[in-house]
């Protein structure tokens, strides 16, 4: 039996929800980081990841056991979550806690201010001279 694919809205993603997954990510080893980073750009937020863990570690050049390693802390802190799986392979995607960060990241008046603009009063008079 098949299901319809019910279309998600996309939740972009944004450099507050990158500094949000930097800074919740701080206290764990760098490789966890690396390794949501690439679950959190590989396909738009939401959706399965349909790589091995195998083929995450050659993408982000780490040893394929630390990649498992930090894959099971990712999971149980709620950065992923298992999406299903296929014999012995196990398919992630971002968990609960990425999907919230991204949608308080789209809220209105969630961005901060990059840069302002400012007019410097004018060296020249009214005529341009």
Do not use: C
Request: aromatic share 10%; charged share 20%.
């Amino acid at each position: 039996m098949t299901f319809p694919a019910t279309p998600q809205s996309e939740l972009p993603f944004t450099p507050e929800l990158m500094h949000t997954l930097l800074l919740g990510t701080a206290e764990a080893p760098g490789a966890d980081f690396r390794v949501l980073s690439y679950y959190a750009t590989a396909v738009p937020l939401g959706e399965t990841v349909r790589k091995t863990a195998k083929e995450i570690s050659g993408a982000v050049q780490l040893s394929p056991p630390n990649t498992g390693k930090s894959i099971r802390r990712l999971v149980e802190d709620g950065w992923l979550e298992v999406s299903y799986r296929m014999g012995r392979v196990t398919f992630y995607r971002v968990g609960p806690r990425v999907i919230a960060s991204a949608v308080r990241s789209t809220e209105p008046g969630s961005y901060s201010a990059v840069a302002s603009v400012s007019y410097l009063p004018s060296a020249y008079d009214a005529e341009g001279r």
